[in-house]
């Protein structure tokens, strides 16, 4: 076990170590850059896991773990959020005070979850669906949602479900992005808490091991499957909620949903993530 834990180590430093090689190319290229991030990390993941095919990452840690991964099936046929994508739709459908709806700021009929997140120029700063969605409120004269359960999570889950198959390729590409994307990636390696843990370090290190009666899940397609209707809350939930819950569970302080932190985290990760298909909403434990 020692053995593993090393050999792991060993390769989760070629991994940063290409990464930070990356940064220091001085063509303004900021693609090729991410480019190469992405390579290094899904080397890292098919070295860990030989057996396992790219395009399953998508599936969480049920790409990993096959009896976790037939009992998720058998979830599948009932899933517990089917009930959320419907009030989603119905959400996302009644008009605002004004005449509008949602779709007058979405555009196919809201099947735009592959957009999201992106980096907005304008505003220089990451934007996700759900920061979108608030946005969309706003500008047709309504109060913005809470951003972990409840309304903003099942209309998030419906668009995340009629956007199902959609490609994951968030591009990289001006100063501000590449910005944005590094300071994802820094939290993402980085230790805290009072446990001294990185995001890495669950779901790079140690990824496929228990933790008490859980898998830990690989990172490579940790965003492709959110919103995700858990056990543990017994309702849906956003990715930001979960980003809150992991930060707790290593003792460190959570930052609040939709902050610059967890949006470049999550910009960090969906670009990890390319290559991938976006589909959820899902059920996890």
């Not at 834990?5 to 989760?12: C, I, P």
């Not at 500008?139 to 419906?158: Q, R, V």
């Not at 809150?244 to 939709?258: H, V």
Request: hydrophobic share 40%; net charge positive; proline share 4%.
């Amino acid at each position: 076990m020692k053995k593993i834990v090393f050999n792991r180590s060993l390769a989760l430093l070629f991994v940063l170590a290409a990464m930070l090689a990356a940064v220091r190319v001085e063509a303004a290229d900021y693609q090729t850059r991410v480019q190469a991030d992405i390579q290094a990390f899904r080397d890292y993941f098919t070295a860990q896991f030989p057996d396992v095919k790219f395009a399953d990452y998508a599936d969480g840690v049920y790409a990993i773990d096959e009896d976790s991964r037939q009992q998720w099936k058998e979830m599948e046929e009932f899933p517990p959020y089917a009930l959320s994508v419907e009030d989603g739709k119905a959400l996302f459908e009644i008009p605002f005070a004004n005449g509008k709806t949602y779709g007058s700021c979405f555009a196919n009929g809201g099947a735009v979850r592959q957009n999201y997140p992106y980096f907005d120029e304008k505003k220089g700063k990451v934007v996700t669906l759900e920061m979108a969605i608030n946005d969309c409120r706003v500008a047709n004269g309504e109060k913005p949602l809470a951003c972990k359960t409840g309304d903003i999570a099942k209309i998030s889950a419906y668009m995340a479900f009629i956007s199902r198959g959609k490609p994951v390729d968030v591009k990289v590409q001006s100063e501000g992005a590449y910005k944005a994307y590094v300071k994802g990636k820094e939290l993402f390696y980085a230790k805290h808490g009072k446990l001294n843990m990185s995001c890495a370090g669950c779901h790079m290190q140690y990824a496929g091991r228990r933790l008490r009666a859980e898998i830990l899940s690989p990172a490579l397609g940790h965003t492709t499957h959110f919103p995700v209707y858990r056990s543990k809350w017994g309702e849906i939930g956003t990715l930001h909620k979960r980003y809150g819950g992991c930060s707790n569970d290593t003792g460190a302080k959570s930052f609040a949903p939709q902050s610059e932190e967890y949006c470049n985290l999550e910009f960090f990760e969906t670009v990890m993530s390319n290559g991938l298909i976006f589909n959820g909403p899902a059920s996890r434990k």
